[in-house]
């Protein structure tokens, strides 16, 4: 490994023999937390682009694979929540983007509440029928949090047991599926990060999503940050965080995402999150000169 942690990229240089790239897609699909099922808001961070903000619709992101023909491709359904629709239409979009021959698999964003049975009998059709060209079918999981107090104030509008059950349907259909988690939420300690970290550790996932809280504009959550309710981390902080969470994420679970990139035009805080070569290299020099790397605190 070229880093002190199990990548993405090192889990796909090994079973692809090179670099594959990702297309985020944005497939105009919604949320129940938007569309009145749960709540009109969304979740407090959320942006108007439902954390798809650098995703383009399936006809570019398609485009984009067919022009690079030489390129292995993963098409990321990344906006909104993408098991959230009309069953047709998302196997439709799902076919759509396994079909050509350089994409190598499909990555679905979603809730872990909609997961439904008519989701799953698609999702397990798919896998056992692509997975004989060799193609994959992933699922994002957005948890963020194992705190309740903190799932309340986000707006998450499920509770922890969703997760578990959602991870245990994925499980029983032998789909491989990636965590997401946020680091610096508001009023969580290092130690409930850790925690955090630790309960996802222990459900053996294929991968996590170490993500840090961006403020946007015209959030909810921008609203009390501009009140003074909380602070964003600084790159200290938050480099000294993720080096506490390598340390006990077992070393055969891939790292999605240390980080996370805000879009600038509405990034509010904090703004040092805009240079990630920074934040990553420091991250890294602090690792490799203290000998740290993923999983050495792992028993």
């Known amino acids: 490994m070229d880093k002190p942690y199990y990548t993405l990229n090192d889990y796909l240089k090994s079973t692809y023999g090179k670099k594959c790239f990702k297309v985020s897609v944005n497939a105009g699909l919604t949320c129940p937390n938007r569309d009145g099922t749960l709540d009109s808001r969304g979740c407090i ?27 292995n491709y993963i098409v990321y359904f990344q906006a909104f929540t993408n098991t959230y629709g009309d069953i047709d239409y998302l196997e ?19 809730r872990p509440d909609c997961l439904s049975d008519s989701v799953m009998e698609l999702l397990t059709t798919l896998q056992n029928e692509y997975s004989e060209s060799g193609k994959f079918i992933w699922i994002e999981l957005g948890l963020q949090t194992i705190h ?16 578990d059950e959602a991870v245990a349907k994925l499980n029983d259909c032998n789909i491989p599926y990636i965590t997401h988690i946020i680091l610096g939420l508001p009023n969580e300690t290092p130690e409930m990060m850790l925690d955090t970290v630790s309960y996802v550790c222990s459900k053996n996932p294929f991968g996590i999503k170490l993500q ?88």
């Open 45 to 71: 961070f959320c942006s108007a682009g439902g954390s798809g903000d650098f995703a383009c619709n399936i006809s570019s992101a398609l485009q984009t694979v067919r022009d690079n023909s030489d390129n």
């Open 92 to 110: 439709s979009i799902y076919r759509q983007a396994l079909a050509p021959d350089n994409v190598i698999g499909i990555s679905i964003g979603t």
């Open 148 to 163: 309740e107090h903190t799932a309340k104030y986000i707006r998450r509008h499920y509770a922890l047991s969703v997760y």
């Open 212 to 299: 840090l809280l961006h403020v946007l504009e015209h959030t909810d959550l921008a609203d009390d940050y501009n009140s003074g309710l909380f602070e964003t981390m600084t790159m200290d902080e938050y480099i000294d965080i993720v080096i506490s969470c390598l340390r006990i994420i077992p070393p055969q679970i891939s790292l999605h995402r240390v980080t996370g990139d805000g879009p600038k035009d509405i990034l509010i805080s904090p703004r040092w999150s805009t240079n990630k070569k920074v934040v990553l290299n420091t991250l890294h020099k602090k690792m490799w000169k203290n000998g740290y790397t993923q999983g050495d605190l792992y028993l």
